[in-house]
């Protein structure tokens, strides 16, 4: 069982959300019900962080001991002295935004201001600014600055003057509310009002206390101080009249939108609710195992909660989609090891404490303390007169929901095995899996009815149709009409138990394995999906359907497929998307999601997943995993050209510079709820119109650009295909530079007009010249160029004969096909007898898959090389093309089924060798057709039918299950017209009619002839 404390957080296996539906916290989950997102370090960001805000663009702003940080959701940008030196220190101790926007800067060096641009030093220089430590601003637009040395005004003029330097001394805080500024300083609360000044002591016992924070909240002002939790009545300060926060220390308030009032300190975190009710988690201690010494709470414009401790750095607070009880919320025990619900929608659940009910989030434990063997309950039913089955290690009890006892049976001693699932059939019939066997118990008797030999049933599921199916430590079996099935499925060599069983909206089924991922079933063929086809893990502990999806529990949480993928028997990978995933967040309230066992029991009550853990039960609302984010909004954050920078808010288009043609964009978006999950796409208007994928990068980089006017525009997105309404976009000019220039092209056309004027009179003077000497040569050249023609002639004969090669195998190729008689007299090859045969190589993609294209090439040369060692050397041997081969040869009619069987063995027998040593084993797939056909059927004018009918009977042996042949042949002799094409769409009413016959490899193989061909052209394409 695994303990609520997070002393070693960041290691901790959590469940955190990837879709959050909303940002504000729930007023009704207690503090650890939250999550905890511990903000990516991705710049060593340090623990200690002085203030946190966020600017209207949405922009959290850290002052750290690190410099000033701005903090976009995806990414940090870190702002220095040396980068910026009217940001003064590199050490901000305070921060603040205007109603203007402007972000205010306080550090030991002065103050600052950003306007989203760039930085302006308003104040240095100043001793009394070096202890700036509260910044406020009143109606009209004034700032007001506290610091060690007084109080001080920052008017519109930007002008600073002191307002009073005694007694307002020691300030930490400031709270503009209403017309009254509340100054906090040591012992006192200064109040302002139209300039008049008066003060409010604070009470016994906080004389030398500082005020070090300020928040007006239901009416009230509040202050915190090390001493306690104080709120002014009147005209004085009294202490909370909560004794649980009497004496505590607190550094900070917060009011937030949910009109609670947060309260924070080095040791102690507080909240007290609208109606008075204060929660007080034990942070310090129990929870946390050391101080946190949260420094600063802050609420941003979403709702979402941040908080800043020395310890934890940035931590951001937010909602869960998983709700949980466990021990805490009353369960006997967190430890849940069965899951079921009775027809009243009550859940019933199994800890090794006992049996409990859970109905409206109420729990009743129906059993008494002194319960023993809870432990051992690895499943549970309710029967139709709302008694409970439950099933152990050692055997079946019955146990009364009504009267919360357990109930004496007739079972004794007959099941004294280990029940791991029950179901109950229409016929109220209870099967009963066990590891011995599957047994079926009627109303007064118990039946062995089909035994195992030592593999042990680990799951039923009863189908629509009535059939069991039952999955095994070694496999999957069905059950009806009193036989059973052992089904066969592509498992790993290790233990692969199917430990989940469900039945698919259209009929299929779907198994989940201990090792091996899902197994699918889709009109009676079985598929089997891993991590390669896309799976987050292998080890599946539970799945369920609800809607159009199939719900997975794992070991890395909980995922999602659509069931249009899974009933798609010829899909190669599933798009998996993941729910409630285990990866860097952090919240007591959610550790262990997903139970890590194989009894992982979980159901679907209406739209609510409920799963068993080793914390309670939990529930996931499937819905609220389709409430999208909304999309982030993206920005371009720096635009870099021939060693320039350019700013990207630039009204008009900015003008690169002429010699060079490539420009360096970089860009990011605002997305605080789930940074880490932002892709993009960008175009170049002006280049293309077509959008490119970036993934997560946040650079693109154009180069070799031509002469022309460009906007680049970029949108953002944190879901599938859920792009930003906003486009963010940055417009430039090309111009061109001398070269590509108008000037020059109308130089360069003079000077080529002036060097062909000057060719053609240098032509001229030497044509005489020239004639003479070319006459001379004519004669000799004459001879020269009849010896050359004579070479050419029988390259040209060479090459003409290699065209028909195969340049990898060796063998010919198709296009000996297209001048058989004039070239190769195929005639000759097939005379009165002749099989053509279509030959595949079964599964070949898997080889160039798994080993590479060049090991594939080698098993294609080795595959030619088996096909020649049975045929004669008269066949005729071609490659096809890819791993398909076309054999014709002479064969009487009883040699012909004995040919094609010895060519699959021959295959079947070849060790493949691998240039890695290993060997690999293959098989292949065989249509053939007899010749002649019918009769008038000449080879030259019906070669066409005759491949073409080949291959619809390749397509049949590969729709059955590869490794085995098909042979066509003419029962009559018709004057079928079969050069008018299209033959292999016609197979079904020539077989119909009797015009062809067919034999096959083995006897299941069945002629398919729902359009044949069509299916044939699509499983080519998808080859």
Known sequence: MCSNKVVKIVAAFVCALVVTSAVALDPERTYFQYEFVEIPDDIELPFEIFDITQDRKGFIWLATARGLIRYNGLEYDLFRVSEYPELLS????????????????????????????????????????????????????SIWLGSDDGLWILDQSGLSQQFYASPFDQIRSLLWHGDKLYVGAVGVLHIIE??????????TGFERARVRDIESHQGHIWMATRSGLLRVAGDSAIEVEDKSLKGLSFDVLLSDSDANLWFAGRRHLGRKFPDGRVELPNVANDEFGYSP???????????????????????????????RLSYSEG??????????ANKRGAIIVATESGISSISENIIRNLTTGDFTGAATIQSMVVLPDMQLLVGTRDGLRKFDLQESRFLPSFFGNTLRASINDLVVDANKTVWVATDQGLYQIGENDVRLERQTHGHSIESLHLDSKGTLWLGTENGIASYANSKFEEHAVELSADSHAVI?????????????TADHGLLVRVENRWTSYSEQQGLPQEQIFDIEVRGQNLWMLTGAGIFRTSLATLQNPDAEEILVHAVVAAERYRSPFLTNCCRGENHADAMMLQDTLV??????????????????????????????????????????????????????????????ARGDRVEFRYRLRGQSEEWVNAGRGRTAQFNNLLPGDYIFELQASAAPNVWSAETASFAFKRPPNFVESD??????????????????????????????????????????????????????????????????????????????KSQYQLTDKVAANGVLMMIDIDFFKRINDSY?????????????????SVTRQSDLVARWGGEEFVLICQCSDDDAATLLERICSAVRDHEFGLPDGRGARISCSIGSIRYPLWANHTLEDRLPAMLELADAALYIVKMNGRDGWVLLEGAKSPDVDAASGNVGAKLREFVESDFLSWAASRAEINITFDDTMSRLRAIKRAK
Request: net charge negative; aromatic share 8%; hydrophobic share 45%.
């Open 90 to 141: 590199n050490k901000p101790t305070d921060l603040f935004i205007d109603s203007t926007g402007l972000l205010y800067v306080a550090s030991r060096s002065g103050l600052s201001a950003f306007d989203g641009d760039k930085f302006k030093a308003l104040i240095k220089d100043e001793p009394w600014a070096t202890h700036i430590h509260a910044i406020a601003e009143d109606s009209s637009g």
């Open 194 to 203: 139209n300039n008049v000044q008066s003060s409010i002591e604070l009470p």
């Open 293 to 323: 010494e949260i420094s600063q709470l802050f609420e941003d414009s979403s709702g979402r909660h941040w908080q800043t401790s020395r310890f934890f750095g940035l931590i951001l607070l937010r909602d869960s989609m998983v709700n």
């Open 331 to 340: 369960l006997l025990s967190p430890n849940i090891s069965a899951i079921t």
């Open 500 to 512: 989940s069983i469900v039945e698919l909206p259209s009929g299929g089924i779907v198994a989940a």
């Open 611 to 672: 799963a068993s853990s080793d914390d309670g039960v939990v529930f996931f609302d499937t819905n609220a995993a389709f409430l999208g984010p909304m999309a982030p909004q993206p920005y371009i954050k720096h635009v870099s050209h021939s060693g320039a920078s350019f700013a990207v808010d630039e009204p008009s288009a900015v003008t690169l510079v002429a010699q060079h043609n490539d420009i360096t964009i970089d860009y990011s978006a605002m997305q605080l």
């Open 743 to 820: 000037a020059f092209s109308a130089l360069t056309w003079a000077t080529l007009t002036a060097v062909g004027v000057l060719i053609v009179w240098l032509n001229l003077v030497f044509t005489r010249r020239r004639r003479k000497l070319l006459e001379t040569e004519i004669s000799e050249r004459t001879l020269v160029l009849s010896e050359l023609n004579a070479e050419l002639r029988t390259a040209n004969r060479e090459l003409e004969q290699s065209s028909y090669t195969d340049p990898l195998t060796g063998l010919v190729n198709r296009r000996v096909f297209d001048t058989a």
């Open 852 to 868: 590479g294209h060049p090991v594939g090439d080698e098993v294609l040369c080795q595959f030619a090389a088996v096909l020649r």
